[in-house]
């Protein structure tokens, strides 16, 4: 029987799963990878190329380990990760990008993570231009994008290391050292890179920025001379390379799919997937190709990303995209984001001064400390006599941009605010707190799908994948908040590597048939994806007439916060200049 290993590189973990042809997961392991953070610059994290390959290599052999599968039965393999930025000599070794003298020289400390915001003059220097790159990341560039930090590392540098220097978004870097083949992905270099659809690198660009040298050297710093990229799930060079091979326990020449970026595995894993309601009844069933464009993956980890298909690009403000070909060749697709979600409730839960009791009270019932904070909060509603937890919390309004905003205001200068708190700092108030940490999510979600619907999009429901999709009472909020289904992946956790492994069966599939069409390309893919993807369940809007009033106020202080953090912010300026 054939299997597909698929390969997830996540913020602070890597993940190997081993798939069947049907798509169950046989086995499936995940591995911590370090991040490192810099205590006099909340900037700044910076992760190991060789840190996260030996984490993958550990994955992979447990995976065979525990299926005790033969590595010649593997016939594919897929990688998807964050959109980090990986820099390496033009001999593969890691060159550092830490502050200072290091920076440059061979080091261990390679990887500038997605969530490093040392790039801000950076990014607001390529948003001055004018170019034609900014059309296709919703107007405005963000600072966690690739060519930002590649400015920065040109600013910084020495002339001579700079030059040394070659560039991977992250996904290209994992098949990069999985092959020794440097040919890029459609996805990585258009959705992170200032590739454009149609027309490829912009020499303009990049001479206005000071990044001639990329130009001057025919991009061989970026690896993707001319329009030689490759669609998700191509096959990469002659597959494993040997060394890659011993290191990963797997058989050389394996095919090894083109990568992408974390979020679109997240979609591959989840759109095809038909669902059911509580009741057992079938909500959506597997669609044609076309329906997938109505369906908004939202992969929700320490941030969350939402991807959406269309069959013409859709340019919507401060919303990254249109891109061409990152997955289906000859489709667009755009990617809203939320800069921190996961992550967010966690700050907001652990900087409270009661966390400490509420991980007691966890230890004491034996429950996940989100489950207790249920629990609290409707012991609180029950208590007050009203009908919600939107209500019980009704004059508590939180804003959550703490790390900045991604989408739709592209604006890294936003930050979160909390008014109607009270001298409280019981356990009771950090799970109202919690409540309106989640309720913000959601209320920033329907302000994401809004602007993308009113722009051209027409999205109808969100496919959920990553640690959130398990907890059912910010489902519930969600589906009530953005008023459409939410169809939960059958292994929440496992979605986003699922669409990895996808790409491991078409690389096997499409090995020896040459470029394939764009029809066939398509058509392939989405078999694949159909077959593999399991059935989901469906939450659906339930909100009542009054709790509906309630989180239409709600969104509306939610984006007047918006307004008045922009006018104080123009205020203070103006008392400083």
């Known amino acids: 029987m054939a299997y597909y290993l698929g390969v997830d590189v996540g913020t602070g973990s890597a993940r190997a799963s081993l798939v069947s042809h049907d798509g169950k997961t046989v086995a499936s392991y995940t591995k911590e990878t370090t991040t490192w953070r810099d205590h006099d610059d909340h900037h700044i994290f910076e992760q190991s190329s060789n840190n996260i390959w030996e984490s993958i290599s550990i ?23 964050t959109c ?24 261990n400390r390679n990887v500038i993570l997605w969530a490093d915001h040392r790039a801000e003059k950076e990014a607001d220097l390529i948003n001055s231009t004018g170019s034609v790159v900014l059309d296709y990341v919703g107007g405005t560039m963000s600072l966690e994008m690739e060519i930002p930090k590649v400015l920065w590392l040109k600013n910084h540098m020495d002339p001579k290391r700079f030059s040394n220097c070659q560039f991977f978004d992250l996904p290209d870097w994992l098949t990069y050292r999985a092959t020794a083949d440097t040919t890029r992905s459609s996805c990585s270099v258009t959705c992170k890179c200032s590739f454009v659809p149609n027309s490829g690198w912009q020499p303009d660009f990049f001479r206005k920025i000071g990044l001639d040298e990329l130009v001057d050297r025919e991009y061989a710093q970026v690896g993707a001379k001319d329009m030689n990229v490759l669609t998700a799930g191509m096959p990469v060079g002659k597959g494993l390379s040997k060394g890659a091979a011993e290191e ?15 979020a679109y595995a997240g979609w591959l894993g989840t759109v095809a997937a038909k669902s059911t309601t509580k009741d057992g009844k079938v909500a959506f069933d597997r669609p044609g190709f076309e329906e997938a464009g109505h369906r908004l993956a939202a992969v929700a980890g320490t941030s969350t990303c939402h991807i959406a298909q269309s069959p013409e690009g859709v340019f919507v403000n401060g919303v990254w995209g249109p891109y061409k070909d990152p997955v289906f060749r000859g489709w667009w697709m755009n990617e809203g984001g939320q800069s921190s979600t996961g992550q967010l409730i966690d700050f907001m839960l652990t900087t409270h001064a009661s966390y400490p009791k509420l991980v007691e009270l966890g230890k004491e019932r034996n429950k996940n400390i989100h489950i207790v904070l249920q629990e609290l909060l409707e012991e609180l509603r029950v208590r007050d006599k009203v009908e919600s937890l939107t209500e019980l919390t009704k004059d508590l309004h939180f804003y959550p941009d703490l790390h900045g905003n991604r989408s739709p205001l592209a604006d890294s200068r936003m930050r979160g605010s909390l008014v109607g708190i009270t001298l409280d700092s019981g356990v009771h108030d950090l799970a109202r707190k919690y409540n309106v940490t989640i309720e913000s999510i959601a209320l920033q979600t329907r ?7 009113q722009a051209g999009h027409k999205i109808t429901a969100i496919y959920m994948s990553g640690g959130q999709a398990k ?7 969600f589906a009530d908040t953005c008023g459409m289904p939410v169809v ?31 029809k066939e390309q398509g058509e392939l893919l989405w078999k694949i994806m159909v077959e593999m993807t399991p059935p989901g369940t469906t939450v659906l809007p339930s909100a009542s007439d009054r709790v509906k009033k309630l989180l239409e106020a709600k969104y509306k202080i939610f984006k007047e916060a918006i307004d008045v953090q922009r006018r104080w912010r123009k205020m203070i300026e103006e008392a400083s200049a």
């Open 59 to 81: 994955c992979i052999k447990e995976c065979l380990s525990q299926s005790k599968i033969s590595p010649s039965n593997v016939k594919g393999l897929g990688f998807d990760a």
């Open 248 to 262: 990963l326990g797997l058989v050389e020449g394996t095919p090894v799919g083109s990568g992408v970026i974390d």
């Open 84 to 107: 980090s930025l990986a820099v390496t000599d033009f001999n593969g070794e890691p060159i550092s990008v830490s502050k200072g003298d290091a920076l440059g020289t061979p080091g």
């Open 471 to 477: 907890n059912i009472p910010m489902m519930q909020l």
């Open 488 to 518: 939960l992946p059958f292994d929440h956790a496992g979605a986003v590597v699922l669409g990895s492994a996808m790409l491991g069966r078409l690389a096997s599939e499409a090995q020896g048939k040459g470029v394939l069409g764009e």
């Open 447 to 453: 302000h994401i799908v809004e602007d993308m619907n």
